[in-house]
C-alpha cells in the first residue's frame, strides 16, 4: 500500500487497492445493516434507526435529549427527527417532557415500554451481531477489529463538521 500509482483509468480506479477495500466496508456495512435491521424490525416492529434512538436515550438517562441532540447524532434534520420521534411517540417508546433548564424547551425520554423494547431488541441484537459480525472473523483479529472500527469511527466523527 505505499507504493500508491495515479489513477488514470475507469478500470484502474475499479482495482485500486484502497477504492476496492473501501468499497467493501461499504458493502459489508450495508448488508449487515440489511440484516441486522430486518431482524429487528420482524420481531421489535421497529426500524433500526428507531432502534438506536432507543439506545441513545438509554445512554443519556433521565431527564432526556433534545431533539436537536438526537438529529445531530443520527445525522437527522429537524424534519426527520421530528417526523421519526412523532412515528415513536405514538409507538408508545418515547415521550416527550418539559425541559427543567429551558422553560420553551422539550425533552424526549424512553417511555417503560421503550426501556424495555430497548432490552429485548438488544438481546437479540447482540446475538445476531456475534453470528453475523464476529463470527465469520478469526478469534484472534477479533479484539483488534473493535479496537480499529472504534478508531476509525472517532476519527470520522471528528471530521465532521458541526451541526447546529
Given at each position: 500500500m505505499d507504493e500508491r500509482a495515479e489513477i488514470?483509468?475507469?478500470?484502474?480506479?475499479?482495482?485500486?487497492?484502497?477504492?476496492?477495500?473501501?468499497?467493501?466496508?461499504?458493502?459489508a456495512a450495508g448488508r449487515l445493516g440489511h440484516i441486522l435491521g430486518r431482524a429487528i424490525e420482524e420481531e421489535f416492529g421497529i426500524s433500526h434507526v428507531m432502534y438506536e434512538v432507543l439506545l441513545i436515550l438509554g445512554r443519556a438517562g433521565e431527564p432526556g435529549l433534545s431533539m436537536g441532540v438526537i438529529g445531530r447524532e443520527q445525522i437527522l434534520t429537524t424534519g426527520g427527527v421530528t417526523r421519526l420521534i412523532d412515528r415513536m411517540e405514538a409507538a408508545g417508546l418515547v415521550e416527550r417532557t418539559e425541559d427543567p433548564g429551558d422553560r420553551r424547551?422539550?425533552?424526549?425520554?424512553?417511555?417503560?415500554?421503550?426501556e424495555d423494547v430497548a432490552v429485548r431488541a438488544s438481546r437479540v441484537h447482540r446475538l445476531n451481531i456475534e453470528r453475523y459480525f464476529l463470527d465469520p472473523l478469526p478469534v484472534e483479529h477479533r479484539a483488534q477489529f473493535l479496537a480499529?472500527?472504534?478508531?476509525?469511527?472517532?476519527?470520522?466523527?471528528?471530521?465532521?463538521?458541526?451541526l447546529r
Open positions: 488514470t483509468t475507469a478500470k484502474g480506479a475499479a482495482s485500486d487497492e484502497l477504492v476496492v477495500a473501501f468499497g467493501r466496508l461499504l458493502g424547551g422539550r425533552l424526549v425520554r424512553l417511555t417503560p415500554h421503550g480499529d472500527l472504534r478508531i476509525l469511527g472517532h476519527a470520522a466523527r471528528s471530521s465532521l463538521p458541526q
